[in-house]
């Protein structure tokens, strides 16, 4: 039986003048999915609630379990949350912060190879770089042993390399291991390129694409947008930027 992630919001207020209304969304469990929108659209309130993080009339269904009645460890169990952007680095090493993950120190430092960071292990997370700060974080989240896996802007922060590693073990975890994926993203080419389903969210509307061979010609990104993008052999590559000339 296939155990889809089931959003059902009524009523959802995540910040100052923003409010979410009767909106329903099902996530495909084994589907990398991709929340798109402009800033303030309500994207990463949508991840929130999906981990019952914020107030409101909601229900967060994976399979018949209603994850807003499950304990924060319960919940991580099943859902694996990351979300960096507000986070605070705690005085400890970056080993002992990942250590909050279930994996052992064996698997922590192969990922830390992995991630090319292991130098950063003896380290202080307050005094890592946010680029390193990133990689840690994304470390902890890929190795929390869960279903459902729950990234909020993971590109923020990451150079190229580790956009690349992230990409790689993404598939890895979709593929190999098998586990569902939700990330949030304004590195379109990025999200378009690993993504297999777009949920995109413009004026308190939904509108759900599942063909990926169908982005340039269903013109998802640009009515979510309102702008023109370029595409290379159906991927998306960026915003096309037009330059006005005016006489002055």
Same mark, same amino acid.
């Not at 994996?103 to 192969?110: H, N, Y």
């Not at 413009?202 to 990104?221: A, P, Y």
């Given at each position: 039986m296939q155990n889809n992630l089931l959003l059902k919001i009524s009523f959802l207020n995540p910040a100052k003048n923003k409010i979410l209304n009767n909106i329903n969304l099902e996530f495909k469990q084994g589907s990398i999915t991709a929340l798109l929108g402009q800033n303030g659209a309500g994207k990463s309130s949508i991840l929130k609630a999906i981990f019952s993080l914020i107030p409101g009339k909601y229900d967060s269904l994976v399979g018949s379990m209603n994850l807003s009645k499950l304990s924060e460890k319960e919940r991580s169990k099943i859902i694996s949350y990351n979300e960096t952007n507000n986070l605070e680095k705690p005085q400890i090493t970056s080993l002992e912060f990942l250590r909050f993950s279930e %994996?052992?120190?064996?698997?922590?430092?192969? %990922?830390?190879?992995?991630?090319?960071?292991?130098?950063?292990?003896?380290r202080y997370v307050n005094t890592l770089s946010e680029g390193e700060f990133k990689r840690i974080c994304l470390i902890l989240g890929i190795s929390q042993k869960a279903e459902w896996y729950l990234f909020d802007e993971p590109e923020q922060n990451l150079d190229p390399r580790g956009l690349q590693i992230f990409y790689d073990e993404i598939e890895k975890l979709n593929q190999v291991n098998k586990k569902s994926i939700i990330l949030t993203s304004h590195d379109l080419r990025f999200a378009c390129s690993i993504s297999d389903t777009f949920i +995109? =969210?413009?004026?308190?509307?939904?509108?759900?694409?599942?063909?990926?061979?169908?982005?340039?010609?269903? +013109?998802? =990104?640009?009515?979510?947008?309102?702008?023109?993008?370029?595409y290379e052999q159906g991927q998306v590559v960026g915003p096309e930027f037009k330059r006005e000339l005016r006489n002055v």
């Open positions: %994996a052992s120190d064996d698997e922590l430092e192969e %990922a830390m190879k992995i991630w090319e960071c292991e130098h950063l292990k003896n +995109g =969210l413009k004026d308190d509307q939904l509108s759900v694409l599942d063909k990926k061979e169908s982005l340039e010609s269903s +013109g998802f =990104l640009e009515d979510i947008f309102d702008t023109s993008f370029l």
